[in-house]
């Protein structure tokens, strides 16, 4: 499966794939070995503990020399908004008593959305995302949620 990913999105994973292989694999290794020299391992807590950990590694490894593998580059052109910091207004509703604002960054595809809690990063294929990809500022769009509600919006700035 073709993964569809900015040049900075790819190098990202890169980035991660190399810490994990490297660094973390290493470490976690180490770890059950100090925890099978304390003996028992049936009631060995940090036995299990690093177990589970090397089980998590092993798993984001597969996962991410997958999306490596099968990464295909999406060129940002002066066409679209992809890569670049959105600022957006979303206008009140009868949710929202008042209007918000938002900056992200739009990213292409749901894999580069999710890489860090914390980076407000959006995908080109959410609703917020498609609706901004093409946009221009002072551009006015209407998003469906996910309540299949409607939800207006404004681009403020794009960098």
């Known amino acids: 499966m073709q993964h569809k990913l900015t040049e900075q999105g790819l190098e990202n994973f890169k980035i991660e794939l190399d810490n994990l292989k490297n660094i973390e694999r290493p470490r976690i290794i180490q770890a059950i070995a100090d925890a099978r020299a ?23 490894i597969v996962e991410l020399e997958e999306i490596v593998k099968n990464a ?24 929202q008593k008042k209007d918000l604002e938002f900056t992200f960054t739009l990213v292409s595809s749901n894999l580069e959305s999710s890489m860090k ?43």
Do not use: C, F, H
């Open 117 to 159: 809690a914390g980076d407000m990063k959006v995908s080109a294929e959410a609703p917020i995302g498609k609706a901004v990809l093409n946009a221009k500022v002072g551009d006015e769009k209407v998003i469906k949620t996910e309540a299949n509600s409607e939800q207006r919006i404004k681009i403020l700035s794009i960098e």
């Open 72 to 95: 295909v580059i999406i060129n940002s052109s002066d066409k679209d908004n992809l890569g670049k910091q959105i600022t957006i207004k979303i206008y009140k509703n009868a949710k």
């Open 38 to 60: 304390q003996g028992d391992l049936s009631e060995n807590a940090d036995y299990d503990a690093a177990r589970n950990e090397q089980s998590r590694i092993e798993a984001r």
